[in-house]
């Protein structure tokens, strides 16, 4: 999922790190400065049109260095979220640093997560810009509920329970719906989703040099 485009990641703000408060956090987590950055998958990968499978095995090396990896690339493709499949990763997993519409900061990563939304009478459906690091250079409206719940894992096994308002919610539902093996476009019009995909077919390659010449720059590529 995108980042809000009049949002920036701040440092000192209040934050919350696998659902726990915390008093600081830098810029970029303490993951992405392991990680180095992969391909990011574009809608039309079959990869992205299937449910991913679960994750069995925990606290491995392997697991860790794909966390770390998922984060650099999210940070360096201007993302808020990111799921394993779009890293051509075919495993129920996706990463987060998103701000929720009360300037808190919420940054983690979930295995298996399970979507779980409030009841209607405690929760809304809002319309709000979206975009997809699978859809480079694409937003559109998309309805999605102002509140959610996902209950999951970490890395080593242990249970989380995350509960996301505002823009936070709505990443955490487009992070799980990728690994339903569905995107954004699947809950537009027929006719939004033609004008997203003509504006992806427009700005993609100017999207993914951005992304190439920063992933360059870092020096360090997957």
């Known amino acids: 999922m995108s980042v809000r485009h ?10 919350r790190v696998q659902g726990r408060p915390v008093d600081a956090c830098p810029a970029w987590s303490p993951e992405a400065e392991r990680g180095s950055v992969r391909r990011v998958t574009v809608v039309g990968e079959e990869i ?11 606290g491995t090396p392997e697991l860790s260095a794909l966390i770390d990896d998922m984060f650099v690339t999210m940070y360096v493709a201007d993302g808020a979220g990111l799921a394993a499949n779009q890293v051509d990763v075919d495993l129920r997993l996706f ?3 998103c701000l929720d519409d009360h300037g808190v900061r919420h940054v983690g990563h979930l295995v298996n997560p399970v979507l779980k939304l409030p009841p209607p009478p ?7 810009l979206e975009g997809c690091l699978s859809v480079p250079g694409a ?12 209950r999951g894992l970490d890395k080593d096994g242990n249970p989380l329970v995350i509960e996301g308002t505002g823009y936070f919610a709505r990443c955490l539902q487009h992070e ?18 033609r004008e997203a995909l003509r504006t992806m077919a427009e700005r993609r390659e100017d999207v993914l040099a951005q992304r ?4 360059a720059h870092l020096g360090r590529v997957h």
């Open 6 to 15: 009049e949002r920036s990641r701040p440092v000192d703000r209040r934050v």
């Open 48 to 58: 992205l049109s299937r449910p991913c499978q679960e994750v069995t095995e925990f």
């Open 95 to 97: 990463v987060y640093d």
């Open 122 to 128: 405690s929760r809304s459906l809002l319309d709000d």
């Open 139 to 150: 937003t559109m409206e998309v309805p999605r509920t102002d509140r959610a719940v996902v």
């Open 176 to 193: 799980t719906d990728h690994l339903l093996g569905h995107t954004y476009l699947d809950r537009l019009s027929t006719r939004d989703r």
């Open 212 to 215: 190439a010449a920063k992933a």
